[in-house]
């Protein structure tokens, strides 16, 4: 499975569908308390639940992990864990996962500048204060030295998707043939 960290509007969830339109992989759909997005869809883009939910779904045992990003609530839940998917998640899910599927994940770190980011986030129409906050945080937050591995870092700046793409599947495909070489 492809582990995706970047901050906010690196990004993450374009260079991903990318990835399942041109390499087929499968997106392994989290589940979240925040507000839908203008253009999202529920079950699509996330399982979009209220808090009360995601705190049942938590006691049912029904998450692989769950963390909290921005006053919100995110989490994996089992059933959408899948071995050729790809999974976005803040740098608190990318260690869980590391922790407990060891080599069986590839960490892909996404960089983009901050001033790329804000255009970016003001272009996705992000309410302004929200930006703010995103930008202020996730400076310490999305820090490198937050993550306990990351297997490929790329930046998301000149680049087209499709180029971007093609180099995390390749380099995903090396790693899996050397992981099985050494089983
Ligand atoms: N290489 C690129 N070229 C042009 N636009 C891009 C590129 N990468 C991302 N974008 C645009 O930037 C915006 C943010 O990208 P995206 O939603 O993928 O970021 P993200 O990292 O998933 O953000 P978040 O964590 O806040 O959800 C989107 O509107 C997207 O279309
Ligand atoms: N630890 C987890 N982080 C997750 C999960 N799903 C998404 N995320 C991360 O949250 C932030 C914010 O996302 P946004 O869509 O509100 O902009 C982003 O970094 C995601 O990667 C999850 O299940 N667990």
């Known amino acids: 499975m492809i582990v995706c960290v970047g901050a906010s509007a690196s990004g993450k969830t374009q260079l991903a569908k990318t990835l399942y339109q041109k390499y087929g992989y499968q997106k392994?759909?989290?589940?979240?308390?925040?507000?839908?997005?203008d253009g999202e869809i529920d079950?699509?883009?996330?399982h979009f639940v209220?808090?009360?939910t995601f705190l049942n779904l938590q006691k049912e045992n029904a998450f692989?992990?769950?963390s909290q990003y921005h006053n919100h609530l995110y989490g994996i839940q089992k059933k959408d864990v899948h071995k050729n998917g790809i999974v976005i998640v803040e740098p608190d899910g990318a260690n869980t996962l590391i922790k407990q599927l060891?080599?069986?994940?590839?960490?892909?770190?996404?960089?983009?500048?901050?001033?790329?980011?804000i255009e970016r986030m003001t272009k996705r129409n992000d309410d302004p204060l929200i930006i703010e906050q995103r930008i202020k945080n996730d400076q310490?937050?999305?820090n490198e030295?937050?993550?306990?591995?990351?297997?490929?870092?790329?930046?998301?700046e000149s680049k087209t998707l499709e180029e971007l793409a093609r180099f995390v599947n390749?380099?995903?495909q090396r790693y899996i043939k050397n992981q099985e070489k050494e089983k």
């Open 140 to 142: 310490n937050i999305f």
């Open 64 to 66: 692989f992990e769950a």
């Open 145 to 156: 030295s937050n993550l306990n591995r990351i297997d490929l870092t790329i930046t998301n």
């Open 102 to 117: 060891a080599n069986d994940i590839f960490v892909v770190y996404v960089k983009t500048s901050e001033a790329l980011r």
């Open 170 to 172: 390749h380099s995903y």
């Open 43 to 46: 079950g699509i883009d996330y």
């Open 28 to 37: 392994c759909v989290t589940t979240t308390t925040r507000e839908k997005r």
């Open 50 to 52: 209220s808090k009360q």
